[in-house]
């Protein structure tokens, strides 16, 4: 397969693949979303008895033997398994040829998660509390580490181009896709498997997130529970999932005759500098993301026709995030549509900005903006258009997607619909 002698400087979408609480494929998961469904419920993975939170998004029916041989399906992670089903998806969606061995050379893995194998390290700690140190899995390091999605898809279809991880706590979907952006744009490789994955609900897990008291502990709302931007939030729900998007450089994807989703036009990052865990009061960080965002993108605020918003229903992230777009799109931004899947979904740690990001892309192909569901209670300090329980038609050209990390980590993405 011929390769252009130069990058041609863009980089389109040709392949999306998806795993979330709301369906384990795109399509599963896309027409679920857009007509206001809720994938919070009561956790099942484990037992949350003694847990002051005790609902979740779950990634309900997975079955990673769709994905791998049942032995690798039993002994790899959550997260892993997760990756691989998503790559697995946007492969075949993409129609990329896995059996070139010389195109294999020319293809990158970036997939990031946040936290990595968590549940492998709580079931491995409990045998080593009850059985001692010789029971433990010599699998434990290898499917813990986070930069295993992409070890391990690398090895699973051959890919020998750059090999890599990103871990900004919930950027990490984002910076994945943005890192691999401009792995494409230098010309360090033509193609590359790029997004996030995270499986988080584990003892362990779940216990460090409710010790952080970041988490609602509304249970009886169950599905109500994620309502970012409305008055009466008080904390997220974790969820768990992956996207992986193929991302190719537009002359390659255009030679061998690709489908072209969409095209990577902006990414921005920045940071804090604040608090480990709380976002800046000024949402400073944040607007300098999206402000680099649209200058990489060479975009004015006024170009943006929808924002996936961080929004992941705490009382300070949804404040400083409305903050942060007011001071970075001026009056444009009560009239720019901003939506919180998260609402629907919960928060997919390291894999929420690339599940996000599949968002973004499907709302620009299909002319359609989903809502922030559970949106009851207006809050005078959310006071932007955030498409309230019900989904918008609306001809958008250019879409943004905003994730921000523990740590102060900040990052955007623009994504533009059509490619000429």
């Known amino acids: 397969m011929g390769f252009p002698p130069e990058p041609s400087g863009r980089v389109v979408i040709t392949g999306m693949g998806a795993v979330t609480p ?23 993975l484990m037992d949350a008895t003694d847990y002051p939170t005790r609902i979740a998004g779950e990634a309900k029916g997975f079955d990673p033997e769709l994905y791998l041989d049942k032995k690798e399906a039993r002994k790899v992670d959550r997260f892993i398994a997760f990756a691989a089903a998503a790559t697995a998806q946007a492969l075949e969606d993409a129609n990329f040829p896995t059996d070139d061995d010389e195109l294999k050379l020319e293809t990158g893995v970036l997939i990031g998660s946040g936290i990595g194998g968590l549940i492998m390290m709580s079931d491995q700690t409990k045998r080593l509390w009850e059985s001692g140190p010789s029971r433990v899995s010599p699998f434990l390091v290898p499917y813990m580490i986070p930069d295993m999605a992409s070890g391990y898809t690398s090895i699973l279809h051959g890919f020998r181009g750059p090999n890599t991880c990103v871990v900004t706590a919930c950027a990490t979907g984002v910076n994945a896709i943005g890192d691999a952006y401009h792995i494409i744009r230098r010309g360090d490789a033509v193609a590359m498997v790029a997004g996030g994955s995270e499986a988080p609900i584990s003892p362990i897990g779940l216990a460090g997130f409710c010790a952080a008291r970041a988490m609602t502990t509304n249970n009886e709302a169950g599905p109500k529970a994620s309502r970012p931007f409305d008055a009466n939030r008080d904390g997220f729900v974790m969820g768990e999932g992956a996207g992986v998007f193929i991302l190719e450089d537009y002359a390659f994807a255009k030679s061998r005759g690709a489908q072209i989703l969409g095209e990577v036009v902006g990414y921005g990052m920045s940071g804090d500098a604040h608090h480990i865990t709380m976002p800046d009061p000024d949402g400073d960080g944040a607007r300098r993301s999206m402000l680099k965002a649209l200058k990489s993108a060479g975009l004015a605020p006024e170009d943006i026709g929808y924002i996936n918003a961080h929004g992941t ?26 939506s919180s899947t998260k609402s629907a979904i919960g928060h997919l740690l390291g894999a929420a900005g690339a599940v996000e990001s599949v968002i973004c892309v499907q709302a620009l192909r299909t002319g359609v903006l989903p809502p922030t569901i559970n949106y009851e209670t207006p809050d005078p300090e959310c006071d932007l258009d955030v498409i309230p329980n019900v989904a918008r038609e609306a001809t958008v050209e250019y879409a943004m997607t905003n994730s921000f990390g523990f740590g102060g980590h900040n990052g955007t993405l623009i994504f533009k619909k059509t490619v000429s």
């Open 313 to 338: 229903s705490t009382p300070y992230n949804d404040k400083f995030e409305t903050i942060g777009i007011k001071r970075a799109f001026g009056d444009h931004a009560y009239h720019v549509p901003v």
């Open 22 to 44: 709301l369906g384990n494929t795109v399509g599963e998961f896309w027409p679920r979303l857009i007509a206001g469904e809720s994938g919070i419920g009561d956790i099942t």
